[in-house]
């Protein structure tokens, strides 16, 4: 089957159409038709996308921008670039603001055709591996509590989907309570190795004479009470991924036990004579510094620079305070499903007063409060006068009602606004014109919620 990329020329010059098509063909392993016109182009692209449209703006009936306008309309991912006659610049630009991605001037060298054409493909291919690889943490990361749309959140999904690509050792870092351990699962779900081991080792959990056993298993008789044969958890992960939490913890004999591990592939069971080799992907997570820790003497810097070939830090919950109410409809909608209870929401002054809280537990305090408060009510609305004192709302803490009625309905639908205007120009790659049309919100209005929520569309188009 051909895979090679394929290009669509709309120019209503149709001579100068095919000769480019030629010179693509001849430059590029391409596939490439040409249109007359913006109506042909329209019902080609019915029949077949494409992965990169080359159209000149100056053509009768329907010109270059209302095609690029409809283009976009139906695939807002679309590369396009625009071809313009000398003197029209202006023209080209206003069509980048569109949209568009870039723009070439009549006439254009044939190297310089080829040139921008590469980097319009390349671009369309990273797009798509991104929407493959957004697609596939996602479907993998459905059930998961790591939720969020705030640009710190995206930022560290995007990463979780980029090292779930490859087999590299990753240290996890964050507070507690900021789903290091989900970080882990979502990394081994989106990899090649979904569907084989995830075994999950809590090191400070484990007195420092079994963890060795348990790690590495042991041979019977290997030292008192070995009766039989022990397989180690590196052995139980084997084709899969091993997640050591709180790494920092480990031992200094553990330490340069596990250095061995990470530079020759090979464990050695208590009681073995010879070692062997495994097949495992190793995840390591910590909320200490481990920097300082090789300072003071208390871990190996040989260790640490060998588990933190690549990183991910899990934000606290301070720095994504924009997703606490699109997470406290995850929990609600899960601790009613685990309980088998009716759904529930929290009143208007109760979400209000959440999304003000500090929570230094971060993302698992609030899950752990909100799944309380599910348990212990009665109606269907969550309720400040319902619910029993917490450490969450004690009396020490601000009173919820010191903020009035409207200022904290205001900070809703901020955070509302907020959230709605990421989710709309991440999917319109920050084109104002095409983000009216989506949101059916006229263009001089949304110009002014821009302005007025101090919202950096130039970041979306980057």
């Not at 820790?293 to 991910?312: H, M, P, Q």
């Amino acid at each position: 089957m051909d895979q090679r990329e394929t290009i669509l020329i709309v120019d209503d010059e149709s001579d100068l159409a095919r000769g480019l098509a030629r010179t693509l063909q001849m430059a590029l392993p391409v596939t490439v038709h040409t249109a007359s016109s913006g109506m042909e182009a329209l019902a080609l692209l019915k029949k077949e996308p494409v992965d990169l449209i080359l159209s000149d703006i100056s053509m009768p009936e329907m010109d270059g921008m209302e095609l690029l306008e409809k283009v976009l309309a139906d695939d807002a991912m679309q590369t396009v670039i625009m071809m313009t006659a000398y003197g029209t610049i202006d023209v080209a630009v206003s069509a980048m603001k569109n949209g568009a991605w870039d723009f070439i001037q009549k006439p254009f060298a044939s190297d310089s055709l080829v040139r921008i054409a590469s980097k319009g493909l390349e671009r369309h291919r990273l797009l798509r591996e991104n929407r493959e690889l957004t697609a596939r943490l996602a479907e993998t990361a459905s059930g998961s509590p790591i939720v969020g749309r705030s640009a710190p959140m995206q930022r560290t999904l995007d990463t979780l989907s980029m090292l779930s690509q490859s087999d590299v050792t990753v240290l996890i870092r964050g507070e507690t309570g900021t789903g290091k351990d989900l970080a882990a699962c979502t990394i081994h779900e989106a990899s090649q190795r979904k569907g084989k081991p995830f075994v999950t080792v809590n090191c400070p959990a484990l007195p420092e004479g079994l963890l060795e056993s348990e790690l590495f298993g042991h041979k019977k008789g290997a030292f008192t009470n070995a009766d039989t044969d022990k397989v180690g958890l590196f052995d139980q992960a084997r084709g899969g991924t091993i997640f050591l939490d709180e790494i920092g913890d480990l031992s200094p004999a553990l330490q340069t036990k596990l250095l061995r591990v990470l530079q020759n592939r090979e464990i050695r069971p208590i009681g073995e004579a010879e070692s062997h080799t495994i097949d495992v992907r190793i995840l390591a997570a910590t909320n200490q510094g481990l920097e300082a820790k090789i300072e003071d003497g208390s871990f190996r810097a040989d260790l640490f620079y060998r588990l933190n070939v690549a990183s991910v830090t899990m934000p606290p919950l301070r720095d994504v305070r924009d997703d606490i109410p699109l997470m406290v409809e995850h929990f609600l909608a899960k601790a009613s499903r685990e309980l088998n209870l009716p759904r529930k929401q929290l009143s208007p002054a109760l979400m209000a007063s959440v999304c003000s809280r500090p929570w230094p537990g971060n993302t698992r305090e609030l899950e752990n409060t909100l799944t309380g408060w599910v348990a212990l009510t009665r109606g269907d609305t969550i309720d400040l006068c319902e619910l029993p004192s917490s450490p969450s709302l004690s009396e020490s803490d601000d009173d919820p009602f010191a903020v009035p009625y409207l200022d904290q309905k205001e900070q809703i639908i901020e955070s509302f606004t907020r959230d709605y205007l990421h989710r709309l120009f991440s999917a319109t790659f920050g084109n104002v014109a095409l983000s009216a049309r989506k949101s059916a919100i006229k263009r001089q209005s949304l110009q002014k919620i821009i302005q007025r929520y101090n919202i950096d569309v130039e970041s979306y188009r980057k």
